[in-house]
């Protein structure tokens, strides 16, 4: 799962133009994430390895990268 985020956040700024700031995923993926991840303690340990925020969303079949903004600032959900 770590390399699909990782490859998902870099397809996306090759893409747009731009980084994302937020992977949509749901508590599944989220799960085999921090299985991969046995040495990290809490979730924003987690973040700051991917460079991006994770919203947990249980519609979301599939990890999706997004870049999500309120007025001008960007929004981080974590």
Not at 12 to 22: F, M
């Amino acid at each position: 799962m770590l390399s699909h985020i990782v490859t998902l956040v870099s397809s996306y700024e090759r893409n747009h133009g731009e980084r994302p700031n937020v992977v949509y995923m749901n508590e599944t993926h989220y799960g085999y994430l921090r299985e991969e991840l046995p040495f990290v303690r809490d979730h924003n340990d987690v973040v700051a390895i991917l460079g991006v925020d994770i919203a947990l969303n249980d519609e979301a079949m599939h990890p999706q990268a997004a870049i999500v903004r309120f007025a001008s600032e960007n929004i981080l959900v974590s």
